[in-house]
Every structure is written in C-alpha cells, then in structure tokens.
C-alpha cells in the first residue's frame, strides 16, 4: 500500500483551489502609433473561474490553445495573473511559501526529469527533500517502475517517463496534485494502475486537478469537469449533468445503412423537425446527435418500411463526454 496523505479537516472544508475571474495576457509585439508605441497583447485566459475541492478529481478539458495551460500555470505559480485572484490552499501561489510549495505537487506532461539519472534513484532523491513523503518504494511497486529501473530516464519510452513523473508528483504527499496528460503514451494496464492510484488519492482526501485528451479517463474519473475554449468555461458540472438528457433528450444514434438504403433519398434526417439533429456520414454508417425524442424516432422507422429494409446495425446511446467536448469546441482540428 502507498502510505495516505494527511489532508487536515479544517482545510478540507474549504476550496483547494479557487480561481475567480482569471485573466492573462501575453505581449505579442509593440505598434508605433501617433504620440508613440503601444504594447500589442494577446488574451489567453478572459475571465475563467474555477473551484476544485479536496477529495475530488476536477478534469480541466479543451481543445490545444484553449487556455488550459496558462490557467493551470497561473494556479501553480507559474505565470502571474493579468487579472483576477488565485488562491491554492489559501494562498496566492504567485508568492508562494515554501511550506504551500512543498503541499502542492505537479505533474508535467514532458516529464521535466533528469535525463542521466536511473529512476528509482532519482524518485529516492526527490523523496528525501520532503519532510512528510510518501513511501516511495511501495509507489516504485505499484507503478511497475523497478521493471526498467537499469534505464536511465533519457532512454525510457514516453509512458515509462510518465509514470516515473507521477511518482515524483506525489514524493511529498502532496495535499494538491496537478496532473497533466498523466496517461498519455501508457499501454491500457498502466493506465488501469493510473487511474486506481488516482482514486486512491481521491479517497485519501487529495485535491487533484487533471487535464487529458483521453477523455474516456475523464468520464471514469472526474467529479466535476471544466470545458475551456478561448480563455474561457464554457461548460462546467459533472459528469453526469454534462452527458444527461435534458427535456429535448439529446442522444446518439448510430445507423449502419442496408446498400439499397444508400440511395434512397430523400434521407428522412435531411427532412423537417431534424433541423436541431447534426447529422455526419462515413461510407454506410451515419450518425446522428441531437433532441431524437420519440416522434423523430417514428419518422426514422417508416422510411425504413418505404425502404423495405431493415438498417444493417442500429445503435441508440446517451451522449458521452467526448461528444458534449466536441459540440462545444467544434470537430474541426485546430
């Protein structure tokens, strides 16, 4: 077992992580102007708000130049707000005390490593900084991280690197953790290890705050989730909310068309009353997402009679994560 990490009850009543109104901007260039020159600035994050809770997991969700990073930095300490206040674990992390830094731990996606070092080695290091760490060798185990302990960092695979920066991220029992792409590159019985430990973490009372691609590791593990696009939420709630049917019943369906039905036009979602139903084709399968309440379903089964054919498959599925990110952040890559 990873010894648990002691959260103190008075600070888990309270916000880990609390982000109001953040804004940043970047200088992109100077433009001369009558009188003299003006800072040209670009707004990467425009007024995001977030809170993320002790014994929670909150995924922070977007498409690349969304906004996720620099908010993630920012609430690190990292980059200092244009706008806005930052509190993590009480504190403005742009100054930062030592003793906020050594609660908080960070997990960056390029690892930020030590290329020459052996793994268990530098884990044994990082561990030996904290007053309070984790029992490394028991988090060695259960990452699988002894297997190619003989390798130094710079010649692991990308998710061996992964998974040795996860161990360092959590050397110092941190109260927060920062998580960026934790399993990206992992074969699938790391990534099970990765998410059990994350959960773990969450029952231990641990904050930890998680940004992913993977968005099927998000729908298993997140509590609450925060879609960003262009600096800023664009739609916040769990998991749950996110993906539930509301009133106009959104939901997927998936219809592999019979051949003869491939030409049998007019295709009944091209008609009246699907007008709020988008639509996609790819060879003989298309897919439908939308408000497909019962009428809209009865007008797809009597073309089905005209036709006199049966769909090859027929699939009726609740919307998942992956499609409410899409239809917020558009389908077209960036």
């Not at 099927?216 to 925060?226: G, S």
């Not at 309440?293 to 609740?318: D, I, K, N």
Request: proline residues 7%; charged residues 20%; hydrophobic residues 40%.
């Amino acid at each position: 077992m990873v010894s648990s990490s002691a959260v103190p009850p008075s600070a888990a009543s309270s916000p880990a992580l609390s982000i109001d109104q953040l804004v940043k901007e970047f200088p992109v260039g100077r433009r001369r102007r009558r009188g003299g020159t003006r800072t040209e600035t670009v707004r990467a994050v425009d007024g995001l708000s977030l809170t993320a809770r002790h014994g929670e997991v909150t995924a922070l969700l977007g498409p690349n130049g969304a906004g996720k990073t620099t908010t993630l930095e920012c609430a690190q300490g990292l980059q200092r707000p244009t706008g806005g206040t930052v509190r993590l674990l009480g504190e403005d992390p742009w100054r930062a005390s030592p003793d906020l830094r050594s609660r908080v731990g960070v997990m960056l996606q390029d690892g930020g490593l030590p290329q020459a070092v052996r793994p268990v080695e530098l884990l044994r290091h990082v561990a030996s900084l904290y007053r309070n760490p984790r029992d490394m060798d028991a988090l060695v185990e259960r990452l699988g991280i002894n297997a190619f302990d003989r390798t130094v960092v710079r010649r692991l695979s990308g998710g061996q690197r992964q998974r040795v920066a996860l161990a360092a991220a959590l050397a110092g029992n941190p109260e927060v953790v920062f998580l960026d792409e934790p399993s990206s590159g992992m074969d699938p019985q790391s990534r099970n290890i990765v998410v059990d430990l994350v959960q773990q973490l969450r029952r231990e009372g641990v904050c930890i705050i998680l940004t992913t691609h993977l968005l099927d590791d998000a729908q298993r593990l997140a509590d609450q989730v925060y879609i960003v696009d262009h600096g800023r939420v664009m739609a916040q709630g769990s998991v749950a909310d996110l993906v539930a049917p509301g009133a106009d019943g959104p939901a997927v369906l998936t219809l592999t068309l019979a051949p003869e039905q491939l030409d049998a036009r007019p295709f009944p979602w091209e008609g009246p009353g699907f007008q709020a139903v988008r639509a996609s084709r790819s060879g003989r399968t298309v897919t439908l997402t939308g408000p497909l309440t019962p009428p809209l379903l009865e007008v797809l089964t009597r073309w089905f009679t005209t036709t006199g054919a049966m769909p090859a498959a027929m699939s009726l599925q609740p919307r998942t994560l992956e499609d409410v990110f899409l239809d917020i952040s558009g389908r077209e890559i960036r």
